[in-house]
């Protein structure tokens, strides 16, 4: 039992470029978030998941896009990557009704 | 939407004593209550939790008191130790809620 797993770790990426940050859990939650989390701050929600085939906007979904086409995954994309963008993402599940479980975030750097 | 402000933002306190953080909550329908621990470097993680039927919640050294009159409920750290130090981050939401709703966190230094 992993839990919830995040891929990549790390990643550098140049101003303008693509990617998508890849949210496993294997509990079965059907409630799944990304978060970013800047230095010394608190958790920012950007998108967010009540079950397989929806998504909705958390309070800074600007340049984020996300999917949830399988219960278990949840996907985070950047289409055009900016130096605003740099931060730690975390994602996390939940049952409704009870605490999240986080990732071990993804630390990533626009330059 | 609910609101959760969180205070203090930073604590310093002396090894052996108690540590007090303070939330409040502006939805009065809210009743699940989280507290988070989040080490530097690492990820978040669940510490204690309280539901509204409930008024006071102790695991060891940590507790967690809920006044649901006030709209607000506070993680108490007592016998603080050095691994203590860390940020910590109260929540809420409502039983069917999305989503939980975070403080801006409190950064706790344990001196030895």
């Known amino acids: 039992n992993a839990g919830v797993t995040q891929t990549p770790k790390f990643r550098v990426l140049k101003t303008g470029q693509s990617m998508t940050l890849l949210c496993a859990q294997d509990?079965?939650?059907?409630?799944m978030y990304w978060y970013r989390q800047d230095p010394g701050m608190g958790l920012r929600l950007i998108h967010y998941?009540?079950?397989?085939?929806?998504?909705a906007k958390g309070e800074v979904p600007d340049g984020y896009n996300v999917s949830r086409l399988k219960k278990q995954n949840f996907l985070l994309g950047l289409e055009s990557a900016a130096p605003s963008q740099t931060s730690v993402y975390f994602c996390?599940?939940?049952?409704?009704?009870?605490?999240?479980?986080f990732g071990s975030g993804t630390r990533l750097t626009v330059v | 939407g609910e609101n959760v402000e969180q205070h203090p933002s930073t604590l310093s306190v002396q090894e052996g004593d108690s540590a007090v953080i303070k939330c409040t909550y502006s939805d009065s329908a809210s009743n699940y209550f989280p507290w988070y621990k989040q080490e530097l470097g690492k990820r978040p993680q669940l510490i204690i939790d309280i539901r509204s039927n409930v008024g006071e919640k102790k695991d060891q050294r940590i507790a967690v008191t809920l006044n649901k009159t006030a709209k607000h409920f506070s993680l108490h750290i007592t016998e603080t130790q050095p691994e203590d130090s860390a940020v910590y981050f109260c929540?809420?939401?409502?039983?069917?809620?999305?989503?939980?709703?975070f403080g801006g966190g409190t950064r706790v230094l344990v001196k030895p």
């Open positions: 509990m079965n939650h059907e409630y």
């Open positions: 929540a809420a939401s409502r039983a069917a809620g999305n989503k939980l709703t």
């Open positions: 998941s009540v079950g397989e085939g929806t998504t």
């Open positions: 996390a599940s939940r049952y409704q009704g009870y605490g999240y479980t």
